[in-house]
């Protein structure tokens, strides 16, 4: 395929169409008239949808149809945004600019660009009247992204002898295999970019981190009203709501749409436009990670299978030889957060080796605990949290005389306040969530 457009030079991304025909949903997106980029997301033997399902399909499969526009506006960001079919009421577009704008955030930092007063999706449509309950069956599409969040809140679910699938978006070997071990019903949802996407990145395009989480919901939106499901239970822990840094008085989070904002955003819209029975939340927000690793420490049928390094989720080009490519900060998050609640020969055959005593990581570990650096641009948990873990390892004998955690004792300590190194109070729960009541004991799994 080609491309007939510098992406950088465009003046507007257009919304063209959606449409949904026999499991597959077509997104089309194009700059200014530039040639269409399609998207196709294929839902696996979709029944046939009931009529009175319809509308809210229709407004799902839309919603769906913008969010994942973000792939394709961020390759050029051009001034204008035009949407097919008119403009949004209020709520959609609030939902939608706010997407774009913090979802993009680490994006526009890391390009030195400013989307502030840039990302304006047109509204003006009058609201809609609420949308009505569909009497959605009380079983629950669970994500699975292949590290240990999801298969903690698998494992609660379970707990509670609930209903549940593990699904999954795209086509990754690692997540089958452990959805696969989840022993619950699977679900594997297949999404494919548009190849004119990676073209426009040949030529130059902006690009950057996006707001995978917010595509993903969306997609199991779609797929909850298909299949027939009144819930949709994510694994976004507490601390995906800690921004990554502050630039210029705005707040940059790589994991925006993992956050606590995001998910009530969606949720209301849900509510409001799509059925008043169907619930997305996170079940694991009430946590921190170290709670969540705590609670992970447990299941070790997943120790062979899971993989919390992204490396692994590349579309394009080699994956890393080993699960753990050992160098990137998810690994060194995760094994910082696992090691004060597992035994360490346990933890150290989960890794294949000790990143606590690798001096060449110090740099890595650092960034961690913010000093002398900022958090890593990755899904890890926040600053004081990693400080809590490190801190605790120091007190150990059998970790105080590794390379990091020794240089931690000797370097770093003296410089914190020890009044804020305790770990237990990661470990308690806060009141913020929207779990709804059948789901809430599930939750003992973190007792
Ligand atoms: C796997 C990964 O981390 N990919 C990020 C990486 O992409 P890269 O260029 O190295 O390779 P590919 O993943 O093969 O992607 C090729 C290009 O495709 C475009 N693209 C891909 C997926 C997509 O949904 N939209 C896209 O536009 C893009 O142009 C790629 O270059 O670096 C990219 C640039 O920084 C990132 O955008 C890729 O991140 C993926 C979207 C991704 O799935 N990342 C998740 C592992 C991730 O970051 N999850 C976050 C969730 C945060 C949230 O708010 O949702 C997390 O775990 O914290
Ligand atoms: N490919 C995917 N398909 C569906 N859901 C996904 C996918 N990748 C990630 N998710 C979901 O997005 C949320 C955030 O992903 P995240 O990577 O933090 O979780 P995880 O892989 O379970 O755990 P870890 O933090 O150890 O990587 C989780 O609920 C996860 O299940």
């Known amino acids: ?21 026999d499991g597959v949903a077509e997104l089309v997106y194009a700059f ?6 399609i998207e196709r997301v294929r839902f696996p033997q979709a029944p046939a949808l009931p009529a009175s399902h319809q509308a809210a399909f229709d407004a799902a499969l839309r919603m769906l149809h913008l969010i994942a526009g973000v792939s394709y506006y961020k390759a050029g960001v051009p001034p204008r945004i035009e949407v097919a079919g008119g403009p949004l009421d209020d709520a959609t577009a609030d939902l939608l600019d706010a997407l ?7 994006f526009a930092y890391r390009n030195g660009l400013d989307l502030r007063g840039r990302i304006a999706f047109p509204r003006g449509a009058a609201a809609q009247p609420a949308a009505k309950a569909l009497n959605l069956p009380q079983r629950t599409l669970v994500p699975i992204g292949g590290g240990k969040d999801s298969l903690v809140a ?10 549940a699938t593990a699904v999954w978006v795209g086509n990754s070997p690692l997540i089958a295999a452990c959805a696969e071990r989840t022993g619950l019903p699977m679900l594997n949802i297949q999404r494919e970019l548009a190849p004119g996407l990676f073209e426009l990145n040949r030529l130059g395009a902006w690009n950057g981190h996006i707001p995978v989480t917010a595509v993903n919901s ?16 994510f694994a976004n822990e507490r601390s995906a709501s800690a921004a990554t840094l502050e630039y ?52 070790t049928p997943y120790f062979d299978a899971f993989s919390s390094c992204n490396r692994n989720f590349k579309l394009l080009g080699p994956k890393p030889a080993d699960r753990w490519c050992g160098q990137c900060p998810k690994c060194h998050f995760v094994f910082l957060a696992l090691a004060p609640f597992l035994a360490k020969p346990r933890l150290l055959s989960i890794f294949g080796r000790n ?31 990693a400080r809590a873990a490190m ?15 020794n240089r931690f004792r000797n370097e770093i300590l003296p410089q914190l306040d020890a009044s804020e190194l305790a770990l237990e109070p990661w470990l308690q729960a806060s009141g913020e969530h929207r779990i709804p009541a059948r789901l809430l004991p599930a939750l003992a799994i973190f007792a």
């Open 391 to 405: 801190f605790a390892l120091s007190q150990r004998p059998e970790w105080q005389e590794d390379a990091l955690v």
């Open 355 to 385: 990143l606590l005593d690798d001096e060449n990581l110090a740099a890595g570990f650092d960034a961690l605990l913010e000093y002398q650096d900022h958090k890593p641009f990755e899904c890890v948990g926040e600053g004081a949290e």
């Open 218 to 233: 969306a997609i199991l939106a779609v797929a909850a009203l298909l299949y027939g499901y009144d819930s949709i239970a």
């Open 248 to 299: 210029e008085g705005q707040l940059v989070n790589h994991q925006w749409s993992k956050g606590y904002v995001f998910e009530q955003l969606l949720g209301d819209w849900l509510h409001q436009h799509v059925a008043a029975d169907l619930t997305y939340c996170s079940l694991l927000r009430p946590y921190s990670e170290l709670a969540v690793t705590r609670a992970f420490a447990k299941l």
């Open 1 to 21: 395929m080609t491309t007939n457009i510098q992406p950088r030079l465009t003046q507007v991304f257009r919304f063209v169409r959606c449409s949904y025909a």
């Open 154 to 163: 698998v494992e609660a679910i379970k707990s509670i002898g609930g209903e």
């Open 100 to 106: 774009y704008l913090h979802g993009l955030a680490e």
């Open 32 to 37: 200014d008239h530039g040639e269409e980029l």
